[in-house]
């Protein structure tokens, strides 16, 4: 029994000692589970058995919960990190898609797909805060880095819809291109990005005036205009770049994101969702859904170093120092 | 029994909400828009097959749901739209029912009717844009193009491309040929034939089918002598009403898959399609109509959609305005068929993916991976450019 605990506290010292390298959680829409993959083997560690098609991934702001919208069970589940299993279930309304947690750590603005409502959750005292009714398939979800604005992509009304946080209330829309998957805030929350799947385009908006500044559009050489169809888009936190995935284009743009010139395409496996960086942002990791595989990028070089094998149809990613 | 009523009262809530949503006459609208749904599907006659019968509202509800769809996006734009329905058992008295609302100023129509109604139709309403969600017609396509109409249910020779690539792909190129005796068999039957031609097939043997051989069998024993032809891979089969076709399956002379109208079947629509977000329109439509959504109320649901679309865009809602850009390639339209569409500029047929189903599950989507076009593989289906005489966007 000692010799037990004594195994358990040395194998837990030996753990603890690598974290250096981060971790990397996947959510695999068709498996019902979270990969764990560890970025200092660049393999996985665990498969962790959540609720039904997990698809949009959190982290509370300490790292140590990890939120999951598991759509098909109709719940948003919180995960504790340091032991890996689900502490609890917050009422999210039904099919819970994206979401994003607001910087005071505690409201949660969750897209309910098929109800056209944003439901907002108090997620410490479990409380529905308020259900705010916008356009047809909510899908993506941010909060601005102030917290004054929560955004959300309406997929069929093709909107953005701004949400004022202080009162919980619709005060502005922003028509965009067809299908609206993504919403993303620069570092400072001067710009809004929003990626449109079917439209090809992702626009870009400053908050102050909630006008479009840029529509960007992408074009890669051997692949058919129709199959470019952005969705996740990530932002380095130098301020240099945007990372756009291209679907089933299965690349991801590198876009300047000073001059929204795009440098380059990277190619990645096949139909692109989601995208995160490492807490050094040195690695940026893409999930791939239809090749079931995570696509490692190095920031430094802006090349694809590796990929690894997760379950089926990875959706959403998050990775922790 | 405290379910059922609940369930009961859940339907109406949603119906209620529907047809709240669809009267969006909000007073703060800045601009109302009008769409009339007109139609007028013949009867079939009696049917061999006649088990499990097909929803009288097809299309119907489809246009139903775009126009809640679109006032999803309307409430925030201040436009609302409206749907006006005529629904007619002939010709005539749908005509005239299309002339009183155009009198009303509606300018705007989606149409589930026949080739020749949609014709007539087109000509008394010379002002106005159509959208065909009823005939798949390939002379409307091909040589008789009308002006002010655009096509959103697939044309027969993109259904018998889209099954003639599958086959293509999976090597079934000796065919034999069944058809029925009305005159859409002949156009379903003749679509195939262009389609064998075109992706290198061959038709081994053709039989026209009848059920006049000896009345005292049924049409499932008389299928495999029937089928006692040169050996074949698959066979085609040419039946649009559904009158003997279902008997083909397990009945033929050669264990061989059957395909066409029956079995393996090419449609713009079905239950089975749930990828790239088609689970969730699936979905609203069915807390909408109760019924699984089908080809033509898939049709008549991305007509409604796209000129909805075009008014999004445009901010107005004149017929003319909204063909011009929808004939122009700058309407890119979400049909949940995991790429965008678009109305072809030659002959106004919208373009899209074909997915091939059997009753239960989706088999395969057509364009096949390796049917190349120097500019859209969804050109591969139907009729390109190069073969039709007309071109829509030419003349305005």
Redesign the interface.
């Known amino acids: 029994m000692r010799i037990a605990l004594l195994a358990a506290s040395i194998s837990l010292a030996l753990t603890s000692t690598s974290s250096l390298a981060a971790t990397a959680y996947v959510s695999n829409e068709k498996d019902d589970s979270i990969s764990v993959i560890d970025l200092a083997t660049m393999e996985v560690s665990a498969t962790l058995e959540v609720g039904m098609r997990p698809r949009g991934l959190l982290l509370s702001s300490d790292n140590k919960l990890l939120y999951i919208c598991a759509s098909d069970s109709d719940r948003v589940q919180v995960m504790d990190l340091a032991t890996r299993k689900i502490i609890k279930e917050l009422p999210s309304g039904a099919d819970p898609e994206q979401f994003a947690l607001h910087r005071n750590d505690r409201w949660l603005y969750i897209s309910n797909e098929d109800d056209a409502l944003v439901t907002v959750v108090d997620s410490q005292s479990d409380e529905v805060l308020a259900q705010i009714d916008v356009g047809v398939e909510p899908e993506g979800m941010a909060v601005s880095p102030d917290g004054k604005w929560a955004v959300n992509t309406s997929e069929t009304t093709n909107m953005l819809h701004w949400i004022d946080t202080s009162s919980h209330t619709l005060v502005d829309n922003t028509l965009v291109d067809q299908r609206p998957r993504h919403v993303e805030f620069d570092g400072d929350g001067k710009r809004l990005w929003a990626s449109a799947e079917i439209g090809g385009t992702v626009t870009v908006i400053d908050v102050a005036s909630r006008q479009i500044e840029k529509v960007l559009t992408f074009q890669i050489k051997g692949v058919h205009p129709d199959k470019v169809q952005p969705v996740g888009v990530k932002l380095s936190a130098d301020g240099k770049y945007a990372f756009v995935a291209l679907g089933p284009a299965n690349h991801v743009a590198v876009v300047d994101a000073k001059t929204y010139e795009v440098l380059d395409y990277l190619l990645v496996g096949r139909r692109v969702w989601h995208l995160a960086f490492t807490p050094d942002q040195s690695q940026l990791l893409t999930t791939n859904g239809v090749s079931g595989d995570v696509s490692v990028i190095d920031m430094q070089s802006l090349k694809v170093t590796k990929s690894i094998k997760v379950g089926r149809y990875p959706w959403g990613v998050v990775v922790t120092p | 029994m405290r379910q059922t009523s609940r369930h009961l009262l859940l339907c109406v809530a949603v119906t209620l909400g529907y047809a709240a949503m669809s009267q969006a006459n909000s007073p703060t609208a800045e601009l109302q828009v009008r769409i009339a749904y007109l139609a007028y599907t013949p009867a079939t006659g009696p049917l061999l097959s006649n088990v499990i019968g097909e929803p009288t509202d097809a299309g119907l509800r489809g246009a139903e749901l775009a126009i809640a769809?679109s006032n999803?996006?309307g409430r925030?734009?201040k436009h609302a739209y409206r749907l006006d329905v005529a629904k007619h058992d002939d010709s005539e008295s749908l005509l005239e029912a299309a002339t009183a609302l155009h009198g009303q100023g509606v300018r705007l129509f989606v149409v589930n009717a026949p080739a020749a109604t949609l014709r007539k139709l087109s000509q008394t309403l010379d002002d106005s844009l159509l959208i065909n969600a009823g005939s798949s017609d390939d002379n409307l396509r091909q040589s008789e193009c009308l002006a002010n109409v655009l096509h959103t249910l697939p044309s027969r020779a993109m259904l018998a491309d889209a099954l003639a690539q599958f086959l293509a792909v999976r090597k079934w190129s000796r065919w034999l040929l069944i058809s029925g005796p009305t005159e859409d068999d002949q156009a379903y039957a003749a679509a195939l034939r262009r389609a064998a031609k075109r992706f290198g097939h061959q038709i081994v043997a053709e039989k026209a089918w009848s059920f006049d051989n000896d009345q005292r069998r049924s049409a499932q024993a008389e299928m495999p002598l029937f089928t006692q032809t040169k050996e074949y891979d698959v066979v085609l089969v040419a039946d649009e009403r559904g009158d003997f076709g279902e008997y083909l399956p397990y009945q033929t002379w050669y264990p061989r898959p059957v395909a066409g109208t029956q079995g393996l079947t090419p449609t713009g629509w079905h239950k089975t399609v749930e990828t790239y977000?088609a689970a969730?329109l699936q979905?609203?439509f069915e807390a909408h109509a109760q019924r699984w959504m089908n080809d033509r109320d898939y049709a008549a649901w991305i007509a409604v959609r796209s000129i909805a679309?075009a008014v999004?865009k445009l901010r107005q809602s004149d017929a003319a305005a909204i063909r011009t850009l929808a004939l122009s390639d700058q309407l890119?339209?979400?049909g949940f068929k995991?790429?965008?569409l678009s109305f072809r500029s030659w002959n106004g047929q919208l373009r899209q993916p074909i997915p091939l189903v059997h009753p239960r599950a989706l088999v395969s989507n057509s364009p096949q991976e390796g049917f190349l076009h120097p500019s859209?593989?969804?050109d591969s289906l139907g009729y390109d450019a190069p073969e039709v005489s007309c071109n829509l966007a030419a003349s305005s």
Do not use: A, I, V, Y
Request: charged fraction near 35%.
């Open positions: 769809d999803s996006t925030f734009l977000g969730q979905k609203r679309s999004s890119p339209l979400d995991g790429r965008k859209s593989e969804l």
